[in-house]
């Protein structure tokens, strides 16, 4: 399965932005749903954008004028603007192989269920 290394993270004040990018270790060739979450301590996951194999997106509603995702061949990105002190979180990359490279709405922004994650990529916004 693929192997996820996040970097990126760090302090921002409000207003600033901030690129989280994610190395995709692959073991094989199988086809992945990529997406990246964020979960602050005491309160559920939530999805924030999601890319499947033909590279088409989508994004949970309340984040999607600020947020961005794309990728390389062996990256993931997520470039962030107009950061506000609720985007304060631990944001994770994570990828789904189960849909065969597809991903579902439900699954992935509503409530974010994705079996493979990376270690996680601390941004704290101050106001």
């Known amino acids: 399965q693929v192997q996820l290394v996040e970097s990126g993270g760090g302090s921002v004040q409000a207003g600033g932005s901030l690129t989280l990018s994610c190395v995709l270790i692959r073991a094989t060739s199988r086809r992945a749903c990529l997406g990246w979450f964020r979960q602050v301590p005491g309160k559920e996951l939530e999805g924030i954008a999601a890319?499947?194999?033909?590279?088409s997106t989508s994004y949970a509603d309340s984040l999607k004028a600020r947020f961005t995702i794309s990728s390389t061949k062996n990256t993931l990105y997520l470039q962030m603007n107009g950061l506000k002190p609720e985007d304060t979180a631990m944001y994770y990359c994570?990828?789904?192989?189960?849909?065969?490279?597809?991903?579902?709405?439900?699954?992935?922004?509503?409530?974010?269920?994705?079996?493979?994650r990376g270690q996680g990529t601390q941004v704290t916004v101050s106001s």
């Open positions: 994570a990828a789904d192989e189960a849909l065969l490279g597809s991903c579902s709405y439900p699954r992935h922004i509503r409530s974010p269920n994705f079996p493979i």
């Open positions: 890319m499947d194999s033909d590279g």
